[in-house]
């Protein structure tokens, strides 16, 4: 096992798209992995129900992937939203409101092993996703969405950046606090 996939290792992984290519593509990169696959929406409820994942991976447009978003949070499962066509400031938006962990173009699913290894060491030392993907991507959205994307939502980037840097300093205050460790929380 690398260093590069240690957190990728046996991880159970639901991995849903309309794309069987995009699936196969998926299950081989994170060949580290147990990758359960699932093609419509309704599949993927009834798995989402039936077992226990580390992490969905989730189509946004050929299977309702916000509607699954909703499924997955529901249950606790850290979800990433995978898109091509629905690649806009909105769904993105959509996306962190609803519970997503990160958002990532199938343009840049061949780095989905470094993003997930990332994803899971940020998850485990408690630190927020979201700087990964800004940190990763935000250059990309920035030719994506232009220089200014971030100016029609203004409102709502500038609570995300406020509520995420508060959040972030309480989860470090959590982490390092030995009377709320010491209970496992």
């Not at 992984?13 to 994170?30: N, P, R, S």
């Not at 940020?122 to 990964?132: E, R, V």
């Amino acid at each position: 096992m690398s260093i590069e996939n240690s957190y990728l290792s046996h991880k159970k992984i639901l991995a849903v798209d309309d794309e069987e290519d995009v699936l196969d593509t998926i299950e081989e990169i994170l060949e580290s992995s147990r990758v359960d696959r699932a093609q419509d929406f309704d599949t993927a409820v009834e798995k989402i129900h039936l077992y226990s994942y580390d992490l969905a991976i989730l189509d946004i447009m050929g299977v309702n992937g916000l509607g699954l978003l909703e499924k997955t949070v529901e249950k606790n499962i850290p979800t990433v939203m995978l898109t091509a066509h629905a690649m806009n400031p909105e769904t993105l938006m959509a996306s962190i409101r609803k519970g997503a962990i990160f958002y990532i173009p199938k343009e840049k699913l061949a780095q989905l092993d470094q993003i997930l290894n990332e994803l899971f060491a940020a998850m485990a030392a408690g630190k927020a996703t979201w700087q990964i993907l800004f940190e990763k991507l935000g250059d990309f959205f920035e030719e994506k969405f232009g220089p200014d994307w971030k100016e029609k939502d203004k409102e709502f980037w500038s609570e995300f950046s406020r509520t995420y840097q508060v959040a972030k300093g309480v989860q470090t205050r959590i982490v390092h606090d030995e009377k709320v460790r010491s209970k496992g929380i």
